[in-house]
């Protein structure tokens, strides 16, 4: 009988040498014997066939210490495997979280900062725009700081265009808004920095936009060196502007918007040469600026074109004034009216086409009062003036509208002086004050309107002098210096407030030099004096400024003629005014040659050569003869350019008269 715990091993040995078959059996005695010793060392026989599982277990056997520690090794390697697949995965799964939560927090950021710049284009545009007609944009100043902060604590992406973009017109605006308040040097920074930007951003000749862009901040920052009296080199900027938008708008030939930055360019040029004494030049860059605009109006004949092709009728028929082409003036201010007229027709409600129409009619206005058409001057300044009083009713704290009438009133005045109307000249005159005045209230810290208020009491001081009332123009004179000496002394490099501040010495010396009272005319010697002190630094400064040139030489020239004049000048009186005449020829000579069409420049030359042949009639004929000659010669220069001029008559038959009497001695 089998026992029932025998190992299978052995019975599987018993079995097979006891097997009946002699093939079944253990061939050998040495094969049996083998088994059992293999048996007794628990190793395997081969008269057994074991299952996977009886592998397993006679191994663990065999291996039972180091299965022990194993089997530990191996729970505790599971555990740390589960520890750490769950910590992986909570890894994993707060990376991505955070990941996520960093995404949203960029997306925020992102978000944040459009937000942010977003609300700095709309304060420094919209609202500016907004501000500024009320005289509010120190209402800004704070923005504009942090806008520089802003920008200053985060590095521009050198490789982001976009951003670029934004920063560059975020700088052009801080400009925009430091301009008007007379905060030149600080908009003329801005305008740089976003020059810089600009010129990256433009880098590409076909990045058309972009270059366009380009040139109107080359524009910005001619305004303001304009604007600082520097027009050589605000002049430089326009021209470097109007190269690169006509250049972009070459490869751009429908682009509308690029051929409006050209014809803006060509209006700006033609401002500077109009006031550095260069009419013809100026004239031909308001004709390209009208061709430029005539040309988007048929493409685009938007309400904004046409205002913009108006304005620059109205530029052209300012530079037909200064050169003296008064009928074609007339007609350029005209064809303005032709324009707008229409166009506040048909929309009464746009209140800035009738700005623009009350404009036109005052442009209208000044150029038929250069050629003594005082009642038609008068029709129509009276409309200007109707105009712009219903614009101020409708909103009274508008500056635009308040300076429009300002000045309106002051043309007003003198048409009334034309027709003879003292009372109402000096009636009107006040009004301009007063307007001057409300718009200074508005803002205190504006020094342009500073300087308005200071002009309209010069102006009615010029108007008292012309009613004879000495006293009266001297005290308006007073009460506009003070302002302007403020300023002045404020801002030593600043050409305008020098060449306000020059003026208005001028203004006084005028009134005192119409007294006969040698003590008062002396005293207005010393007026110009101090102006001429002012014009030759300004000329110092901008040599080739010939607006300050003439300025210069018409104030000294002023002082000749006084020390000239007097009932009992001294030699050293006349010995001056002598060297002052030969001092200035050559100026008004040049000022000739360097603008052909300078009338008014030949118009001093006869007046300054018929005094200087007084100066020597009693004691050099001969040298008076030649003063003379050369004051009837220009005389007849004068005649050539218009017969019908009265006053160039009149010059041209004094000169030929001291010619003739000079002859008999």
């Not at 803006?264 to 500077?272: E, T």
């Not at 009837?632 to 017969?643: M, N, T, Y």
Request: charged share 25%; with cysteine; proline share 3%.
């Amino acid at each position: 009988m089998r026992a029932p715990d025998a190992p299978p091993d052995l019975v599987a040995i018993v079995d097979r040498a006891m097997a009946r078959a002699a093939k079944d059996r253990y061939a050998t005695a040495g094969e049996l014997a083998e088994d059992l010793r293999r048996f007794e060392m628990g190793q395997l026989v081969g008269a057994h066939r074991y299952s996977t599982w009886q592998l397993v277990q006679r191994w663990l056997r065999k291996h039972r210490g180091a299965v022990t520690v194993g089997a530990i090794l191996v729970v505790v390697l599971a555990a740390v495997s589960i520890v750490s697949v769950q910590r992986i995965r909570h890894e994993r799964s707060d990376a991505e979280a955070a990941r996520a939560v960093a995404e949203e927090q960029r997306g925020l950021a992102v978000a944040s900062r459009n937000d942010a710049e977003d609300l700095i284009g709309f304060m420094l545009g919209d609202l500016k725009d907004k501000l500024e007609p009320v005289g509010k944009l120190d209402i800004l100043d704070p923005v504009v700081a942090k806008t520089i902060a802003y920008y200053s604590k985060r590095p521009a992406d050198a490789d982001d265009a976009d951003e670029h973009g934004k920063r560059a017109r975020a700088f052009e605006s801080v400009g925009d808004v430091r301009q008007p308040e007379g905060n030149l040097p600080g908009a003329l920074d801005a305008y740089r920095t976003a020059l810089a930007l600009r010129e990256q951003l433009a880098a590409s000749p076909t990045a058309y936009a972009a270059r366009g862009e380009l040139a109107e901040t080359h524009l910005s920052i001619g305004d303001v060196l304009n604007a600082q009296g520097n027009g050589s080199a605000a002049l430089a900027e326009y021209k470097l502007g109007l190269a690169i938008a006509g250049s972009a708008a070459s490869g751009a030939p429908t682009d509308d918007d690029l051929a409006e930055i050209v014809a803006a360019a060509h209006a700006d040029i033609g401002d500077v040469e109009r006031v550095q004494g260069q009419p013809d030049t100026a004239v031909d860059d308001y004709r390209a600026s009208i061709a430029e605009r005539a040309a988007i109006a048929k493409r685009s004949p938007s309400v904004l074109r046409k205002r913009k092709l108006a304005g620059s009728y109205t530029s052209l028929a300012g530079g037909l004034y200064i050169k003296g082409d008064l009928g074609a003036g007339v007609d350029a201010a005209r064809a303005a009216i032709a324009i707008i007229e229409p166009l506040a027709a048909a929309d009464p409600k746009d209140m800035n086409l009738q700005r623009d129409l009350g404009f036109q009619h005052h442009r209208a206005a000044d150029v038929l009062l250069a050629e003594s058409k005082f009642p038609d001057a008068l029709a129509e300044v009276t409309t200007a003036v109707a105009i712009e009083e219903a614009l101020v009713a409708r909103d009274p704290t508008n500056s635009q509208w308040l300076r429009d009438l300002e000045t309106t009133y002051g043309t007003r005045a003198r048409v009334q002086i034309g027709l003879g109307d003292a009372a109402g000249a000096v009636a009107t005159g006040r009004l301009g004050v007063a307007t001057a005045d409300r718009l200074t209230k508005l803002d205190p810290a504006n020094n342009d309107w500073r300087i308005d208020l200071a002009k309209q009491h010069q102006f009615v001081s010029m108007i008292l002098r012309h009613t004879k009332d000495l006293d009266g123009a001297l005290a308006e004179i007073a009460l506009g210096r003070v302002e302007l000496e403020k300023l002045a002394a404020s801002a030593p490099g600043n050409a305008t407030y020098q060449q306000e501040l020059a003026a208005c010495h001028n203004i006084a010396g005028n009134a005192l030099t119409s007294s006969t009272d040698e003590a008062k005319v002396r005293a207005g010697i010393v007026e110009y004096e101090a102006a001429t002190a002012i014009f030759k630094k300004l000329v110092a400064t901008t040599p080739d400024s010939l607006t300050f040139q003439r300025q210069y030489a018409d104030t000294v020239e002023n002082i000749a003629d006084n020390l000239a004049s007097l009932d009992a000048p001294t030699p050293g009186d006349l010995a001056r005014a002598k060297a002052i005449y030969a001092e200035i020829v050559p100026i008004y000579e040049t000022l000739v040659v360097r603008v052909p069409s300078d009338n008014s420049s030949r118009e001093s030359l006869i007046i300054i050569h018929m005094n200087s042949g007084d100066l020597v009639a009693k004691t050099d004929a001969a040298a008076a003869r030649a003063e003379y000659e050369k004051a009837v010669a220009v005389g007849k220069d004068l005649i050539a350019v218009d017969a019908t001029n009265a006053r160039w008559k009149q010059l041209a038959d004094k000169a030929g008269k001291q010619l003739a009497e000079c002859c008999k001695k």
